[in-house]
């Protein structure tokens, strides 16, 4: 059977972790710590920054070389968040997350404690893979939507979720024309099946509420310093952060006032689908600038959602973003296809990363800035229809074509159909 190269990738980096401890829902005490230990040591120190050039009409690749070359032109540095076993910013935060939660919450109980959570694509890939290594069993709540538009991100989300472990998990399609609310809508009515607040206090089930926890904004800060000084990034005059749930905007603010020395600039940027904060700041979005459906998972399609999300209300309420950006699905496109042609998956970046990356880029000519950051939030593999597949010697690399198709690859349809997930 043939395996996602991002199966491989999770498989091949956690090998140690798995070997040492094959059934983690049974381990406690000293044993237990050690275990929450190489997760630490595994989801950390892995984020690093590339270094773009901003030319008239595009950017160019620096090589490590020439990222502190006076061209006279802007750089954009981006933090790269992807250098890791779930290739996506996600991971550290569950890490982080579950080891506060075994310290702080003694009812959960490994093996039978089950982890729920909502997602969009990422976030659920990480949480797919940290309770697997951690022992717990997982339901995750996810739009429909994704499954009809991105079905490749649906397949990895179900791999990683479901994995191969005694726990197991599941993953759950949230039926509804609402997106992210339908998820949340079906996420709530489960808590209420195994108890509410009850079930809760007896370790039924437990919340790592990634969007509304202080623990999200610390572990996703640790890795920007992270990607900071393994980069060696210089003083910034702006950082530019995808909006979502605010909670790498907030982080970003936050690694800001440790990383500079003088007081650059926060900028948000959102899709054109359903841009909740753009219009908060300026009110309603003209008919002919919105599109048609979300394309940027996890940084549009928040709006239409009946809570607050606490880091966003807390960036407004501070003015601490200078602008929102919005950035429309051609301008990201053109940014994605260019970038990602000939890369292998791990070098490859996904659209919000795209579009970060855009929007960085008018952000510096705009304002004549000579160095700005953004994040590289995931890569390219959970977009379109294909899964890519581990290469072998004969085939070689795996690498981006376009389109959403690799150059050694399954439909995501089939893949998941003829997955078994145990």
């Given at each position: 059977?043939?395996?996602?190269?991002?199966?491989?990738?999770?498989?091949?980096?956690?090998?140690?972790?798995?070997?040492?401890?094959?059934?983690?829902?049974?381990?406690?005490?000293?044993?237990?710590?050690?275990?929450?230990?190489?997760?630490?040591?595994?989801?950390?120190?892995?984020?690093?920054?590339?270094?773009?050039?901003?030319?008239?009409?595009?950017?160019?690749?620096?090589?490590?070389?020439?990222?502190?070359?006076?061209?006279?032109?802007?750089?954009?540095?981006?933090?790269?968040?992807?250098?890791?076993?779930?290739?996506?910013?996600?991971?550290?935060?569950?890490?982080?997350?579950?080891?506060?939660?075994e310290e702080t919450e003694p009812?959960?109980?490994?093996?039978?404690?089950?982890?729920?959570?909502?997602?969009?694509?990422?976030?659920?890939?990480?949480?797919?893979?940290?309770?697997?290594?951690?022992?717990?069993?997982?339901?995750?709540?996810?739009?429909?939507?994704?499954?009809?538009?991105?079905?490749?991100?649906?397949?990895?989300?179900?791999?990683?979720?479901?994995?191969?472990?005694?726990?197991?998990?599941?993953?759950?399609?949230?039926?509804?024309?609402?997106?992210?609310?339908?998820?949340?809508?079906?996420?709530?009515?489960?808590?209420?099946?195994?108890?509410?607040?009850?079930?809760?206090?007896?370790?039924?089930?437990?919340?790592?509420?990634?969007?509304?926890?202080?623990?999200?904004?610390?572990?996703?800060?640790?890795?920007?310093?992270?990607?900071?000084?393994?980069?060696?990034?210089?003083?910034?005059?702006?950082?530019?952060?995808?909006?979502?749930?605010?909670?790498?905007?907030?982080?970003?603010?936050?690694?800001?006032?440790?990383?500079?020395?003088?007081?650059?600039?926060?900028?948000g940027f959102e899709g054109k689908?359903?841009?909740?904060?753009?219009?908060?700041?300026?009110?309603?979005?003209?008919?002919?600038?919105?599109?048609?459906?979300?394309?940027?998972?996890?940084?549009?399609?928040?709006?239409?959602?009946?809570?607050?999300?606490?880091?966003?209300?807390?960036?407004?309420?501070?003015?601490?973003?200078?602008?929102?950006?919005?950035?429309?699905?051609?301008?990201?496109?053109?940014?994605?296809?260019?970038?990602?042609?000939?890369?292998?998956?791990?070098?490859?970046?996904?659209?919000?990363?795209?579009?970060?990356?855009?929007?960085?880029?008018?952000?510096?000519?705009?304002?004549?800035?000579?160095?700005?950051?953004?994040?590289?939030?995931?890569?390219?593999?959970?977009?379109?229809?294909?899964?890519?597949?581990?290469?072998?010697?004969?085939?070689?690399?795996?690498?981006?074509?376009?389109?959403?198709?690799?150059?050694?690859?399954?439909?995501?349809?089939?893949?998941?159909?003829?997955?078994?997930?145990?």
């Amino acid at each position: 059977m043939n395996i996602s190269a991002p199966q491989q990738r999770f498989e091949g980096m956690t090998s140690e972790i798995r070997q040492k401890y094959p059934h983690p829902e049974s381990i406690t005490g000293e044993r237990r710590c050690k275990l929450r230990e190489l997760l630490r040591v595994y989801a950390s120190d892995c984020a690093r920054a590339r270094c773009y050039l901003v030319e008239d009409d595009h950017v160019a690749p620096l090589e490590w070389k020439h990222r502190h070359t006076d061209f006279g032109r802007p750089k954009i540095w981006q933090l790269e968040m992807t250098n890791n076993f779930s290739q996506n910013h996600y991971l550290p935060t569950y890490q982080y997350l579950l080891q506060k939660m075994e310290e702080t919450e003694p009812q959960i109980t490994p093996g039978k404690t089950i982890m729920l959570e909502v997602t969009t694509g990422s976030a659920g890939i990480a949480f797919g893979h940290v309770g697997q290594l951690a022992g717990y069993p997982r339901e995750l709540f996810a739009p429909q939507e994704i499954a009809k538009n991105d079905p490749a991100r649906w397949a990895l989300m179900k791999e990683a979720v479901e994995g191969n472990d005694a726990c197991g998990g599941k993953l759950i399609a949230a039926e509804g024309n609402e997106f992210l609310a339908s998820a949340i809508r079906q996420f709530r009515l489960r808590i209420q099946e195994l108890g509410g607040q009850q079930g809760r206090k007896e370790g039924r089930f437990a919340l790592p509420n990634h969007s509304l926890r202080a623990e999200t904004v610390e572990a996703c800060k640790q890795s920007l310093l992270e990607a900071m000084r393994n980069g060696d990034v210089p003083p910034l005059d702006a950082a530019i952060v995808g909006i979502g749930n605010g909670t790498s905007a907030e982080a970003m603010k936050q690694a800001l006032k440790q990383h500079c020395v003088t007081k650059p600039v926060l900028f948000g940027f959102e899709g054109k689908h359903d841009p909740g904060l753009w219009q908060k700041l300026h009110g309603s979005l003209p008919a002919h600038e919105r599109e048609d459906r979300v394309w940027m998972y996890g940084v549009d399609g928040t709006g239409n959602i009946d809570m607050d999300f606490r880091f966003v209300e807390a960036l407004l309420h501070e003015g601490a973003l200078k602008d929102i950006l919005l950035i429309s699905r051609q301008e990201c496109e053109k940014m994605f296809e260019t970038l990602n042609h000939g890369q292998t998956v791990e070098h490859t970046m996904g659209r919000s990363s795209a579009a970060g990356l855009a929007a960085a880029a008018r952000v510096a000519r705009e304002n004549n800035f000579r160095n700005v950051c953004c994040i590289r939030y995931d890569t390219a593999a959970p977009y379109g229809s294909s899964v890519p597949i581990s290469s072998n010697p004969i085939d070689g690399q795996t690498l981006y074509t376009s389109h959403g198709n690799w150059s050694n690859h399954t439909d995501a349809q089939d893949y998941g159909k003829d997955t078994v997930f145990r």
